[in-house]
């Protein structure tokens, strides 16, 4: 759920952001406008756009254009208002871009009051123009609910037209229901072709999955060298989980030449943004010393903080110490703590330690029942153990049957 939310805010973000890149124009003035932004000369460019409206009252484009000047600040001071009213003249005379991002305006109440139906009016009229941007808003509409009736079906359909006209935020979203089976068949090869061509168009984020997917096969081969490539790429953009990503694929040498060194700095960052994995990995980097001193409590502390985001690796490597009294005081009853906090997220291994505590009574009440069910559980995920410790277990019942 928190994943969720997380891309539909970004992805509102995305689709909220008021900068578009401008198709060409046909106004020599508003071209000539144009290559002044890309060469940030700003103020000579609002004067190349104002001269385009002097030559031609209605030229949209050139409306548009100082539309997101001011949106962005950049030749004339910031002013949301400003921008608004340069888009609310462009988006009556057809302008698609005018149009959509009227409509983020009203959908955010950025210079504008809050709209939801205007919001809808003019995303409609630019999705139908074969916006990308538009399409995809209009899909976060229907699925909201904002300025037209819910509606997933519909939702789905703007959404994949944005993404097939490549709106990065609608292929990411496409993506992540593909992979969940949220209102779509679940589909993980689907969900690694939407993140690939997200990934493909530089976004950090969409690069940062298609290396966790690329790394664990899921909806692709397995391939390290693709998962290090995909994390370097999102790692060098900022992506914080992707710090982790690239240093755990330095510190082992996956897909990459080892480079412990470099692997510390990556997890480092990673750590102290708080990326569970990162901590994860500051705590092996502790326990083993390799780019920090060793340090058993360091370790532990790392390993707890990952552990409490519910990060399993974490969770099992703490019930371990816990378990042997390496790294930890000696405490079954603590570790056989962490391992039900692993085994309850779904972990095999960690089911297959609890079943084993339960069947011995270590740290938990001896019980053949529980430990049959939490290998059960293992034995169905493929864990080996556990389907040996069953037979064990129906061999013993058997034994009791006969006595």
């Known amino acids: 759920m928190k994943h969720r939310l997380r891309i539909l805010l970004a992805a509102v973000s995305f689709l909220l952001s008021l900068a578009p890149s401008p198709a060409v124009a ?4 508003v071209r000539q406008g144009d290559k002044q932004v890309a060469a940030r000369q700003y103020k000579k460019a609002m004067n190349s756009f104002r001269a385009a409206l002097k ?8 409306m548009t254009r100082m539309g997101d000047l001011h949106a962005s600040g950049q030749g004339v001071p910031r002013s949301d208002e400003e921008a608004a009213r340069w888009y609310a003249k462009a988006a009556p005379l057809g302008d698609a871009t005018a149009r959509f991002a009227l409509a983020a305006r009203y959908a955010s109440g950025r210079g504008v009051g809050k709209d939801p139906e205007a919001a809808a009016k003019w995303c409609r009229l630019a999705a139908d ?3 990308p941007g538009a399409q995809s808003l209009l899909g976060f509409l229907y699925e909201q609910g904002t300025g037209v009736p819910r509606d997933e079906a519909e939702s789905r359909a703007w959404y994949r037209k944005a993404a097939g006209g490549g709106d990065v935020a609608a292929q990411k979203l496409l993506a992540w229901r593909h992979l969940e089976g949220s209102g779509v068949p679940k589909d993980p090869a689907e969900a690694a072709m939407w993140y690939r061509k997200a990934a493909d168009a530089g976004d950090p984020d969409a690069q940062a999955r298609l290396a966790g997917m690329y790394r664990d096969g899921i909806g692709v081969p397995k391939d390290p060298i693709e998962a290090a490539t995909w994390y370097r790429k999102a790692a060098e953009k900022g992506n914080a989980e992707a710090f982790a990503g690239y240093g755990r694929a330095l510190l082992y040498g996956r897909g990459v030449a080892q480079d412990v060194p470099a692997a510390a700095g990556w997890i ?3 750590a102290s943004l708080g990326v569970p994995e990162g901590l994860f990995l500051r705590g092996v980097l502790y326990s083993y010393g390799r780019g920090e001193p060793k340090d058993d409590v360091e370790a532990l502390n790392e390993y707890r903080r990952s552990a409490e985001e519910g990060y399993v690796d974490g969770q099992l490597q703490i019930a371990g110490m816990y378990l042997t009294g390496r790294g930890a005081p ?4 603590t570790a056989a703590a962490w391992y039900l906090r692993a085994a309850e997220a779904g972990n095999p291994d960690a089911q297959a330690m609890l079943g084993w ?3 011995v009574g270590r740290g938990v009440t001896k019980n ?3 430990a049959t069910r939490w290998f059960g559980l293992a034995a169905v995920q493929g864990n080996p153990v556990a389907r040996d410790h069953l037979k064990h277990i129906e061999t013993l019942r058997k034994d009791i049957i006969r006595r």
Do not use: V
């Open 26 to 29: 046909e106004s020599a003035k």
């Open 55 to 62: 030559a031609d009252p209605n030229d949209a484009e050139a």
């Open 129 to 131: 123009q074969g916006h």
């Open 268 to 270: 480092r960052k990673a």
């Open 330 to 333: 000696l405490s079954d009853n």
């Open 357 to 359: 505590m339960h069947e």
């Open 368 to 370: 053949l029942d529980e």
